[in-house]
C-alpha cells in the first residue's frame, strides 16, 4: 500500500529561523496519525505547509503520490484534504448549519444562472445539502445548534462544529489542529468516541494535539517533533518508551 | 401565520414594494417625484454595492468610478453616435463589468486599507480621464444627455403619456420604471445571498482560511461579486444620466464613491432594506439641509460622524435590535 | 535638457517632503490605533489658513505659526476624543466613514469662518529664486526640504530616546503588553494624534506659499497623504518618507514630461501598480499570517 501523505526533506525558515527542518515522514491511509512535540515545535507550521497556506522553502509533500506544494487550499479540498485550526476559524456571521453547509461548496452543482432565477434544481441541491449538513451536526454532537448563530456557541460546540464542516466536504483525509485544545475530560471524552467513528468511516485522520493519554489512546502512528525536525516515529508504544522523547518532555 | 409571512425570505422585497406603491401618494410636485427616483436609482446602486461590502466584507472607495463609467458611456454613445439608449445601456454594464473583471483580478488580492487604496485610486483615475478628455466627454463642464427612449417612446421627465386610459407624467413615468429596477434588483440580490454563492461570498467576510480549506475558490468569488456590483453601478449610472439629462465628471468622483460607502454602512452593511434606507436618507438629506445654507456642509459632516459613532452597526439593524429588546423585555415582563 | 530635469526634480522634492509630513501623521495614527484619518488633510487646511488669517489680523508670522499648530493641536486631540475613541469596536470601513464625516465638518466650519476663496500666504524668505544648475528654485523650497528634515530627525529622536516616545512604539506594538507594564495607552492614542496634527499642520504652513491656501485643500492632500503612506507600505516611518518624495517626484515628473492635467492620475496609478506587485508597499512588513 502506498502512502497518502508522503513528506520528504521538507524545510520551511522564516527568516532566517527554520520553523520546519529536513523533515519526512509518510501517513498510510486509513490511520490515526498522530504530530506531537512541545509547544513551538512547528506542528503548526507543518500543517499550514501541507495544507497549501504556507509554501515550503525545500522538500516535497505528496497526495496520493502528486506532488501539492504550490497548489493553493482550495484545489486541495478539491483532491480531498480538508483541516482545522488551532485557532478556530469559524465564519461568525453565519448560523452554525450554514457553517456546515459551507463545507459542502465543492458538492453543489449550481452555477450563476441557476442561482439568479433560483431555478428548482439549485433549490433541490440546497435541500439535500441542509439534510446532509443536519445528519453531519448530529454526528459530531452539535444536534441541539442547527439554528443558532456561531456567536453565540460555546467554545467546545464550535470545535465539533468545524470538525463537522470539514467532514461535510467528504475528504479522504482531515487535518485536526488540536481538537482537544480548552475541552475539559467529559468533552475530551466524547471527542476521543468522534474521531473513532470518523476513522471507522475510512477517513485518514492527521492530528496535532496535547493530550497525551488520547494520542496515546487512539493513535495508530505517532510523529514527534522538536525544533522543527523529526525526533521520533513509531507506535504509541514505541514512542512511550524512546528516552529522547521521554527527555525532550520532561526538559532533560 | 403572522411569524411565516415575516420570516420569509422575500418578505422584505414585499414590504418594499408596497412602499414603492405608495409613496407616490405622499408626493405632490415634479419635483418632489424627480427626488423619488433619484432615491431609488441610488438604493438600487448600493443594493449592488453591499452584496460587495456588507456581505463579501470588501472595502470599495472607488464605486463611483464605475457608475460615471455607466453614465457616460451611455451619454457618449446615443449623443454623439446616435446609439439606441437601451442596447447602450445593456452593451455599457458589460463592457464594465468586463473592466471591473480585468481589474478585479489584482486588486482584490489586497486586504483593508490597502484595498480601499487601490479602489480609490481605480475611481480617481476614471474621474481624472473624464475630466481631461473633454473632445469626447466636455471636460469639467459636463455633457447633455438624450432622454431614455424605449421602444420608440422617449421618456423624459418633461412630456405626459396616456398609459392604459390613464394620463400619467414623465415624472410619475420615470418613477415607476426605477421602482421596478429596485425591486428587480433586490429580487437578483437576494436571489444570490441566499444561495451557495451567497454563503461563499459571506464565509470570504467571516473567515477566508476557513472558505478556502473547503474549496471556495475565494479570489474567483470576490472577483465575481466585484463585477456584479459594479454591472449595478453601471447600469444605475446609464439611467441616471438619461434622468438628469446632463452629467458631470462628479458623478464619478470620490466624494460619490464614498456617500455610496457610506449609505451602505449608514443604513447597515448586510442589510438589503437598511442600504436602501441608507440611499433614501444620504439622497435626502442635503435637500432638508439646504435650509441651513452655510451650515450645510457642516451639518452633513456632524450627521455622519454621529451616526457611525452611535450606531457602528447602522442604522436598520440598531434599530431592529432596539425593537426585539423591546420586545424581549415585555415578553419576560408578563412571564 | 539636464536644467529642465533638475527644475522638475526640485519641484518634485518640495511636493514630495510635504506629501512624506502628511504620511508620517498618517503612519503616527495608524501605529498608534490602526485608523486611517481621513481627516488628516484638515490638519493641513487648518494650518494654512489660521496662519494667513492671524497674519491678516496683524500677528507677525512666528507667533501666527504657532497659533495655528496649536489650534491643530486641539483638533486633533478633540477628534480623538470626541471622534475616536467612542467608536472603539467598530469596522475599519466604518471608522473611515467617521473620519470623512469629521474632515466634512471640520471643512464645514473652515469655510462658514473663512468664506470659500483662496487665499496666498507670502514665502517665509523673500521671493527672488534662487538658480541651482540650470533650474529656478524658489526660496520656500529650502523652507519646505528643510523644516521636513528637522521634524524628521525630531521624530527619530523622539521615538528612539525619549521615554514617551517608546511607550508610544511600544503601544503600537502590543497595546495589551504596554497596558501591563504601566504605559496609559488612552493618553498615548491622544498624544499620536496630537503630534500628527502638528506635523499636517506645519506642513500646511510651509507649503502654503507655494499652492495657495483654501478651506478645501485638505482634501487631495489628505488623500495624497495616503497614497504616499500606502506606497511606502502603512506603519513604517522609513515608508512614508520614501512614499512621500517618490509620490512628489512621480508627479512632478508626469507634469513635466506629459500633462499636468494627469500629474494626480500618475500618482494614483503608481499606488496601484506598486500594489499589484508589493501588496504591503515598498517597505511594509512582510508579515506571515498567522491561523
Known sequence: MSALIEVKGLDKAFGGVHAIEGLSFSVEAGQIYSVIGPNGAGKTTLFNLITGLYTPTAGEIKLNGENIVNIPPNKLAERGMCRTFQQMQICMNMTALENVMLGRHLQLKSNFLTTLLRLPSLLKDEADCRDHAIELMKFVGCGDYIETEASAMSYGALKRLEIARALAAEPKVVLLDEPAAGLNSVETAELEELLKKIAAQGITVVLVEHDMKMVMGISDHILVINYGRKLAEGTPEEIRNNPDVIAAYLGG | MLKSLTQHRLSGLALLAIIILLVPAFLNNPFQYDMATLVLIYATTVVGLNLLVGYAGQISLGHAGFFGMGAYFSAVMTSRFDWSPVPTLILGAALVGLVAYIVGRPILRLKGYYLGMATLAMGFIIYITLNNEGWLTGGPDGMPVPGLSIFGWELSTFNTYSFLGMEISGSLAWYWLMGVMLILGVWIAQNLIDSPIGRALRSVHGSEVAASVVGVDTPKFKNLVFVVSAIYASLMGSLYAHFQGFITPESAGFMESIIFVTMVVLGGMGSTLGVIFGAALLTLLPQLLADFHDYEMMMFGLILMLTMIFMPKGLLPTTQAFIRKKLHKKAEDKA | ?291
Open chain 3, 1 to 291: 535638457m539636464f536644467s529642465e530635469f533638475l527644475q522638475y526634480l526640485f519641484t518634485g522634492i518640495t511636493i514630495g517632503a510635504t506629501y512624506a509630513l502628511i504620511a508620517l501623521g498618517f503612519t503616527l495614527i495608524y501605529n498608534a490605533s490602526h485608523v486611517i484619518n481621513f481627516a488628516q488633510g484638515e490638519f493641513l487646511m487648518i494650518g494654512g489658513m489660521a496662519t494667513v488669517s492671524l497674519i491678516g489680523l496683524g500677528f507677525p508670522l512666528p507667533v501666527a505659526m504657532v497659533g495655528a499648530i496649536l489650534l491643530a493641536a486641539l483638533m486633533g486631540i478633540a477628534l480623538q476624543r470626541f471622534a475616536i475613541a467612542p467608536a472603539k469596536q467598530a469596522d475599519p470601513v466604518t471608522l473611515i466613514i467617521i473620519t470623512i464625516g469629521a474632515a466634512i465638518f471640520i471643512r464645514g466650519i473652515a469655510q462658514l469662518v473663512w468664506g470659500r476663496g483662496y487665499h496666498s500666504m507670502p514665502n517665509f524668505s523673500g521671493d527672488v529664486p534662487v538658480r541651482i544648475g540650470g533650474a529656478v528654485v524658489n526660496t520656500q523650497t529650502f523652507w519646505v526640504v528643510g523644516i521636513a528634515a528637522v521634524l524628521v530627525a525630531g521624530l527619530v529622536f523622539f521615538f528612539t530616546k525619549t521615554m514617551i516616545g517608546k511607550a508610544i512604539l511600544a503601544t503600537s506594538m502590543n497595546k495589551v503588553a504596554a497596558r501591563l507594564v504601566g504605559i496609559k495607552t488612552d493618553m498615548v492614542l491622544m498624544l499620536a494624534f496630537l503630534l500628527s496634527a502638528v506635523l499636517g499642520s506645519i506642513a500646511g504652513i510651509i507649503v502654503a506659499p507655494i499652492t495657495f491656501t483654501s478651506y478645501d485643500i485638505g482634501i487631495m492632500l489628505g488623500l495624497k497623504g495616503f497614497v504616499a503612506a500606502a506606497l511606502g507600505g502603512l506603519g513604517s516611518g522609513m515608508g512614508a518618507i520614501v512614499g512621500g518624495l517618490t509620490l512628489g517626484i512621480v508627479e512632478a515628473m508626469t507634469a513635466g514630461y506629459i500633462s499636468s492635467d494627469y500629474k494626480d492620475a500618475a500618482a494614483f496609478g503608481v499606488i496601484i501598480l506598486v500594489l499589484f506587485f508589493m501588496p504591503r508597499g515598498l517597505m511594509g512588513a512582510r508579515v506571515v499570517e498567522r491561523v
